[in-house]
């Protein structure tokens, strides 16, 4: 059985300070979690300060983005290395707010997804539609692309590292959220395809997130789906008691 994995993405809040009150809060409520996988996304200022509260709990540190080259003149970016160095295992790839405000596209997805992978990061690859999109019904189209791009070339050894986050970008951060059967059925297409491209334990294996205003209250119901593997969440992980309500669901459903 596939594991369900909670992942918090911090996006561009807390504080050096804020991030270890955080972390050590998560840490405490969540001691009784045995099942479910737990991972924190804070920003790369806070990785090796939040490293040090969780090093010694299952409580994985990922960080939200990373450049492909291992070093060089490239201001302002960080090294698979570098995070790496900070004590993350895990890093957010091709996020639609890098995609839409930072010029992300399927080609440097793919770079910085395989970039990772040399270096032993583990991608959560992010993949949705917009809201047009969906109403033209090209959804399905349009998260097509984004696998076959971001994760072109890889290996069936490879994938057995690589966790996909499917965001519908219309739910993030607006409280709107998909219904678990919109969810489920983008779920189920992208596990049909990872079938096509990698074949059947792949698709099997392979955890396959939602994300996109996952609260307490709609956990239960978008976790319960066959598809769905766990969540990547937002706004909802950046308070200690919304976020370990969210990972307390998934453990019940283990
Ligand atoms: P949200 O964000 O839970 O605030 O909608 C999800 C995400 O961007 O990963």
């Known amino acids: 059985m596939r594991k369900i994995v909670i992942a918090g993405n911090w996006k561009m809040y807390k504080t050096n300070s804020e991030a270890l009150q955080l972390a050590n809060q998560i840490k405490i409520n969540t001691t009784a979690i045995k099942k479910a996988g737990?991972?924190?996304?804070?920003?790369?200022?806070?990785?090796?300060?939040?490293?040090?509260?969780?090093?010694?709990s299952p409580i994985g540190l990922g960080a939200q983005d990373v450049y492909w080259?291992?070093?060089?003149?490239?201001?302002?970016?960080i090294s698979p290395g570098m995070v790496r160095s900070t004590g993350a295992t895990y890093v957010i790839i091709g996020h639609s707010e890098r995609r839409q405000y930072f010029g992300e596209?399927?080609?440097?997805?793919?770079?910085?997804v395989n970039a990772?992978?040399?270096?032993?990061?583990?991608?959560?690859?992010?993949?949705?539609?917009?809201?047009?999109?969906?109403?033209?019904?090209?959804?399905?189209?349009?998260?097509?692309?984004?696998?076959?791009?971001?994760l072109a070339g890889l290996t069936e050894e490879q994938m057995k590292s690589v966790i996909i986050a499917y965001e519908p970008v219309?739910?993030?951060?607006?409280?709107?959220?998909?219904t678990p059967d919109q969810a489920q059925d983008v779920h189920a297409m992208i596990r049909q395809l990872?079938?096509?491209l990698f074949g059947n334990l792949t698709a099997e294996n392979t955890v396959i997130q939602y994300g996109g205003s996952v609260k307490p209250d709609n956990a239960n119901d978008l976790l319960s789906q066959k598809d769905i593997d766990g969540a990547l969440v937002g706004g909802a992980c950046l308070k200690v008691d919304s976020?370990?309500?969210i990972i307390h669901t998934a453990e019940k459903l283990l």
């Open 38 to 56: 737990i991972i924190i996304c804070p920003p790369f200022t806070a990785l090796a300060t939040v490293n040090e509260v969780i090093k010694d």
């Open 69 to 77: 080259e291992k070093e060089g003149a490239f201001t302002s970016c």
């Open 105 to 112: 596209t399927d080609e440097t997805v793919n770079k910085k």
């Open 116 to 150: 990772a992978l040399d270096n032993g990061l583990k991608p959560i690859v992010c993949v949705g539609e917009t809201l047009d999109q969906r109403e033209e019904n090209i959804t399905d189209k349009v998260v097509t692309k984004q696998i076959k791009g971001g």
């Open 170 to 178: 219309w739910a993030i951060g607006t409280g709107k959220t998909a």
């Open 194 to 196: 990872l079938a096509e």
């Open 243 to 245: 976020f370990s309500d």
